[in-house]
């Protein structure tokens, strides 16, 4: 497993931009597919992105298509997570999360994950 720690959350007016961190520490964070899933209070959690340890694939759920990009720096062990043109509805604890890669494989499922950060509150007010 790795260490993640996400940062970057905050109280925003809708039609603003945020920006997550996720930093890792522990296991070669090289390994690993990253990715950013979301929880509204009384919800389940959702998926976002995701994106291969390359950064040479990212997936995306059609809520936030468009407005939202993963990326990640391999050198810093940190995955961002933009987020422009938010909604009341974006708001949610953003999580961080980390899989191994095998076969090439990336997952938008939960379950798959073995590594989560703490979470980082994300506010839009309408």
């Known amino acids: 497993q790795v260490q993640l720690v996400e940062s970057g959350g905050g109280l925003v007016q809708a039609g603003g931009s945020l920006r997550l961190s996720c930093a890792a520490s522990?296991?070669?964070?090289?390994?690993?597919?990253m990715g950013w899933f979301r929880q509204a209070p009384g919800k389940a959690r959702d998926f976002v992105a995701v994106i291969t340890w390359s950064g040479g694939s990212t997936n995306y759920a059609d809520s936030v298509k468009g407005r939202f990009t993963i990326s990640r720096d391999n050198a810093k062990n940190t995955v961002y997570l933009q987020m422009n043109s938010l909604k009341p509805e974006d708001t949610a604890v953003y999580y961080c999360?980390?899989?191994?890669?095998?076969?090439?494989?990336?997952?938008?499922?939960?379950?798959?994950?073995?590594?989560w950060g703490q979470g980082t509150q994300v506010t839009v007010s309408s």
């Open positions: 522990g296991r070669t964070f090289s390994n690993y597919a």
């Open positions: 999360a980390a899989h191994v890669m095998e076969a090439g494989i990336i997952w938008r499922v939960a379950e798959k994950y073995d590594s």
